[in-house]
């Protein structure tokens, strides 16, 4: 069964940093570009990177450009986005999700980040 | 990026009914385009792929059709489980970019 499972959400001052993981089992994570997925409160859903299965091409949302950063561990079947220079607007639910050629089949619970003083 | 014009934002049906929801694209995006089912404190889940194909475990009621720059998800006969959200997303091109989102509400 297809898992993927995040961690790492809270709550953090505007200006701040925070390192999201997704831990994913039941498939061959090394397979499988993967995305990360944000949710506002009451708002719908928006797109925010993806990365390749070998981790060679990498593409962000111009919202986040400059600021996250994705990344992967094979070895460990994790997904990450490093975020830095948080802000209000940020604030959402943050999904990981599998992403086989036909769009995202698999995606997680979600972890909630808040951006707030 | 693609833009993505979704409609109707919401709409109010009774069980039984069918219902179609569209997705238009701002260029050509071949048959990219899935479509999921979000229920309040829930994740999406996939309903369609490849804009017509249902995915594995999902009830034929639900359908896909389209190409190039217009797409439908059909609903045949609305069932109580089915109230929910409804996303489109095409996957043709980075940035991958959604549809605003439609509420099917109960009438």
């Known amino acids: 069964e297809v898992q993927l499972v995040e961690s790492g959400g809270g709550l953090v001052q505007p200006g701040g940093s925070l390192r999201l993981s997704c831990a994913a089992s039941?498939?061959?994570?090394?397979?499988?570009?993967m995305n990360w997925v944000r949710q506002a409160p009451g708002k719908g859903l928006e797109w925010v990177s993806s990365?390749?299965?070998?981790?060679?091409?990498?593409y962000y949302a111009d919202s986040v450009k400059g600021r996250f950063t994705i990344s992967r561990d094979n070895a460990k079947n994790s997904l990450y986005l490093q975020m830095n220079s948080l802000r209000a607007e940020d604030t959402a639910v943050y999904y990981c999700?599998?992403?086989?050629?036909?769009?995202?089949?698999?995606w997680g619970q979600g972890t909630l980040v808040t951006v707030s003083s | 990026a693609i833009q993505m014009t979704q409609s109707p934002s919401s709409l109010s049906a009774s069980v039984g009914d069918r219902i179609t929801i569209t997705c238009r694209t701002s260029?050509?995006?071949?048959?990219?385009l899935g479509w999921y089912q979000q229920k309040p404190g829930k994740a999406p889940k996939l309903l369609i792929y490849?804009?017509?194909s249902l995915q594995s475990g999902v009830p034929s009621r639900f359908s896909g059709s389209g190409s190039v720059t217009d797409f439908t998800l059909t609903i045949s006969s609305l069932q109580p489980e089915d109230f929910a959200t409804y996303y489109c997303?095409?996957?043709?091109?980075?940035?991958?970019?959604f549809g605003q989102g439609t509420k099917v509400e109960i009438k």
């Open positions: 999700a599998r992403a086989p050629p036909i769009g995202l089949d698999y």
């Open positions: 990365i390749s299965s070998s981790g060679n091409h990498i």
């Open positions: 490849a804009a017509s």
């Open positions: 997303l095409q996957y043709y091109n980075y940035p991958r970019t």
């Open positions: 039941g498939f061959t994570f090394s397979s499988y570009e």
């Open positions: 260029q050509d995006i071949r048959n990219d």
